[in-house]
């Protein structure tokens, strides 16, 4: 039996005695045993086909040449096999590398999305997991979900000019502070259906819609707050006509177009221009 024993970077015929077929041989006693060099590997080969030729009758066979290239084809193919796979298996390593560290990075720009002003809900509000809340000009009403069967003496609700503290007794406050300031006397809370209580908060700055109701919490994009248009009856007519010129620069900065201010100074512009015809205002800017 044969074996290619390699040792560092030599290659060593050995038979079953585990002793160099060479040295083992009487013909071939002055030969030393033949080892692999990486730089002359068709000379290992050589030695390799000369004691095969010497040890035993394999080349005198026909089909010896037939099945060194098969038995070379078959080392070649394995090869090819062997750098495919490792070819293949590369790819997957970078994107399980790429997968991993991009998790961090989709994290971060969660937080980052998290911290921007978000879209309000239909109520100009926002609903967070233990409260929802919507909104007017004038007033904000907050909502909080509590066991079935809550009856108002199990409530702790504190309004305060800068603070609302709301909680049930012997629990954490569920809410412990305000956004804004509000007008205590203006203000009150009930439970509904003993599973909602309501409160209702009337703001001291009736001309700013809230971020948010608990500083600290997410908060809305106001630019997006949709004022319902069938309430402006009920505001006097410096609030309605303000809120109406905040509505309308709304839409037209959505479209891209200029707001009555810019509009204004624009008309302003024109009368400017007409009234001097001599004068050149080619390179004219608003400012």
């Not at 109406?244 to 024109?270: A, H, N, V, Y």
Request: hydrophobic share 35%; proline share 6%; charged share 30%.
């Amino acid at each position: 039996m044969l074996l290619l024993l390699e040792s560092s970077r030599n290659l060593v015929l050995l038979s079953d005695k585990a002793k160099p077929l060479w040295r083992s041989s009487p013909r071939l006693k002055r030969k030393p045993a033949a080892t692999f060099d990486s730089s002359n590997p068709l000379g290992f080969l050589e030695k390799v086909i000369e004691f095969l030729a010497q040890q035993s009758d394999f080349l005198n066979k026909p089909s010896a040449e037939s099945e060194i290239s098969a038995a070379v084809r078959a080392a070649k193919e394995e090869l090819r096999e062997a750098e495919k796979k490792s070819v293949e298996k590369k790819p997957v390593e970078k994107e399980s590398v790429s997968a991993s560290s991009s998790e961090p990075m989709e994290v971060e720009e969660q937080k980052k999305q998290g911290a921007a002003p978000i879209a309000p809900n239909k109520g100009n509000g926002y609903d967070l997991e233990n409260y929802s809340w919507v909104q007017t000009l004038q007033e904000v009403t907050v909502n909080v979900p509590v066991p079935s069967g809550t009856k108002a003496r199990s409530v702790v609700c504190e309004i305060k000019k800068n603070r609302l503290k709301l909680g049930l007794k012997g629990q954490d406050p569920i809410i412990d502070c305000l956004y804004r300031s509000v007008k205590p006397d203006d203000c009150y809370w009930n439970i509904e259906d003993q599973k909602m209580i309501s409160i209702l908060l009337t703001k001291q700055d009736q001309m700013e819609w809230w971020k948010c109701c608990v500083k600290g919490e997410p908060e809305i994009d106001t630019q997006k707050v949709e004022p319902e248009n069938s309430k402006l009856a009920d505001l006097d007519p410096e609030t309605r006509s303000t809120v109406e010129k905040m509505m309308f620069d709304q839409r037209q900065k959505q479209m891209g177009l200029p707001t009555s201010d810019e509009l204004q100074k624009q008309d302003i512009l024109k009368k400017f221009m007409s009234q001097h015809p001599e004068m050149d205002f080619s390179n004219a800017k608003i400012n």
